[in-house]
Structures are given as C-alpha cells and as structure tokens.
C-alpha cells in the first residue's frame, strides 16, 4: 500500500520560504507517475499547487508559479516543496499526492500538514 | 474564486437520491473526460471516489456515480446512508491551468 507523509515547519514566518517534504513508501517514485502539493486553507477549499514526475518535469498553479518550486529525491525516495515570499494568506494544510495521471487523478493523500504563516 | 462551481451545500433524507453539480467551461470539463471527484471528512484528507468522470476506484461503493453533460459534471449518490455526510469537490484537467478544483459542496444527510 502506498503511503506518503509530510513533515516540516509548521510555522513560517512572513516573507520567508516555506519547505515541505514528502516521504513515500510502498512504491518507488522513480518507478513513474506524478507527485505533488494540494493545499486547503482553513475551512476553504482545495487548491493545487503542482506536480513532479520520476523525470524531474515540474507543472504548476500558473498563480503560484513564481514562488514554487516542487524537486524530488529518488535516493531517498521523497519529494519537496518551497513556496517562498509567504503571507499569511498561504496558511493552509498542504496535502502531497500522487497523481496517477498527471491530470488530476489523486489516489493516494498525505494526512496534511498545517503551515501557519505568522510573525 | 474557484474554478468549477458547485452549490455550497445539498442535503437529502436516508434512502434518497441526491446529486451534485460541477460547472466548469469548454476549457476544462466541457473538453476533457478528466474529471474526478473527491470526499472529505472534517480533518482528515479527501478521498477518491470517482475518477475519469465516471470510474470508481476499486473499493468505492457503486452508489456513486459520475456523469458529464457539456460543461456540465455530475456526481450521484443513491440510498444515502449517514456515513455519507461529508464534502465534496470537482476536479478537472484545464488547458490553461492543469488542474482545477470545485469550491466544495457539504451533503447534509437529514
């Protein structure tokens, strides 16, 4: 069964980076599909950040492109976020997900990871 | 604003039938059978439950069904059960932006 858990800071400061990791077991990421970042801020609803595949070709929220960046690590079998320049209005659970097709076919979920961002 | 709309919330009897919209345009729903549909529990993660506009994954009870009808998706949940209260999102390819979501619907079962 494939598991993903997130892990990081669950508190960022304004204007710093946000960095987020996403460790997977039960299946090899270099193995295929896609790997990415949902995020839902509080009582709203999802919003999709972007995506990886085993390759390294990143796709992306064009109104979150210029401060994302999604990179993966087969070595250690995980997969990263950083969204940088944060204001609070990034506060949110962020979900890591594999997307089986690349086109939004997310079966398996982390269980979320709440980032504040506050001073 | 949300890119797919949904009514914010539905509700129906145990036993009934009840079905919600996703409204999305020809650059996302209205093109592509890539349409999936997700359930959340309050605190927990969302949940497939239908995929490539109708497809249920492995698991997933057959009273739920998907449809599409131009820009127009569907998702049906027949002999609604308490378990069943929970909410819901859309979710489509889009030319312009990969992915979209709904904004949410909460089904209240009565």
């Known amino acids: 069964q494939v598991q993903l858990q997130e892990s990081g800071p669950g508190l960022v400061k304004p204007s710093e980076t946000l960095s987020l990791t996403c460790a997977v077991s039960?299946?090899?990421?270099?193995?295929?599909?896609?790997w990415g970042w949902i995020r839902q801020p509080p009582g709203k609803g999802l919003d999709w950040i972007g995506n990886?595949?085993?390759?390294?070709?990143?796709y992306y929220n064009p109104s979150l492109k210029s401060r994302v960046t999604i990179s993966v690590d087969t070595s250690k079998n995980q997969f990263s976020l950083k969204l940088n320049s944060v204001t609070a209005a990034d506060t949110a659970v962020y979900y890591c997900?594999?997307?089986?097709?690349?086109?939004?076919?997310?079966?398996?979920w982390g269980q979320g990871s709440l980032v504040t961002v506050s001073s | 604003q949300s890119a797919l709309t949904q009514p914010a919330s539905v509700s129906g009897s145990p036993g009934q039938s009840i079905t919600i919209s996703c409204i999305g345009s020809?650059?996302?729903?209205?093109?592509?059978?890539?349409v999936s549909w997700y359930q959340q529990y309050p605190g927990k993660a969302p949940k497939l439950m239908i995929y490539e506009v109708s497809k249920r994954p492995s698991g997933v009870s057959n009273r739920f069904s998907g449809s599409k009808s131009g820009n127009t998706a569907s998702l049906t949940l027949s002999g609604l059960q308490a378990e069943d209260e929970a909410d819901y999102y859309c979710c489509s390819y889009a030319s312009s932006t990969n992915v979209v979501f709904g904004g949410g619907t909460k089904l209240t079962v009565l």
């Open positions: 997900v594999r997307d089986f097709s690349g086109y939004g076919l997310f079966d398996f």
């Open positions: 990886i595949n085993h390759s390294g070709s990143t």
């Open positions: 039960g299946y090899s990421i270099s193995s295929g599909y896609y």
């Open positions: 020809s650059s996302d729903v209205g093109s592509y059978n890539l």
